[in-house]
Nanobody, 127 residues
Framework: QVHLVESGGSSVQAGGSLKLSCEASGETSSITCMVWFRQAPGKDREAVAGFNNNGHANYGDSMKGRFTVSKDQSKNTLYLQINNLQPEDSAMYYC?????????????????????WGQGTQVTVYS
């Protein structure tokens, strides 16, 4: 079993930055991919970015530019740097992980294909 704990969410003014963290524990050797998702009230969950054990990052539609995903393998921690935050970035940000036997082209960014989920960390951006 894998346990994921997100942190770093906050209420920030538009234009500011945040760095979210997701620490994995348990059977971390099972993890091949880790992915950030977000979900705003009344909206579908959308993929932000994924990072696999080969160091490959891939991003959801329209997520390139202000979002940067990275991982510290030694700490089993995934990060998401968000710059120039906008009110539309307000959402619960979730970390997910999965084991991939064969995942060419980076981590799957489909929520239904993830194996483990964290509880989320709230980001609120005010203008």
């Amino acid at each position: 079993q894998v346990h994921l704990v997100e942190s770093g969410g906050s209420s920030v003014q538009a234009g500011g930055s945040l760095k979210l963290s997701c620490e994995a524990s348990g059977e971390t050797s099972s993890i091949t991919c880790m992915v950030w998702f977000r979900q705003a009230p009344g909206k579908d969950r959308e993929a932000v970015a994924g990072f696999n054990n080969n160091g490959h990052a891939n991003y959801g539609d329209s997520m390139k530019g202000r979002f940067t995903v990275s991982k510290d393998q030694s700490k089993n921690t995934l990060y998401l740097q968000i710059n120039n935050l906008q009110p539309e970035d307000s959402a619960m940000y979730y970390c997910a992980a999965r084991q991939c036997v064969w995942c060419p082209g980076g981590c799957p960014l489909d929520a239904s294909q993830q194996h483990w989920w964290g509880q989320g960390t709230q980001v609120t951006v005010y203008s």
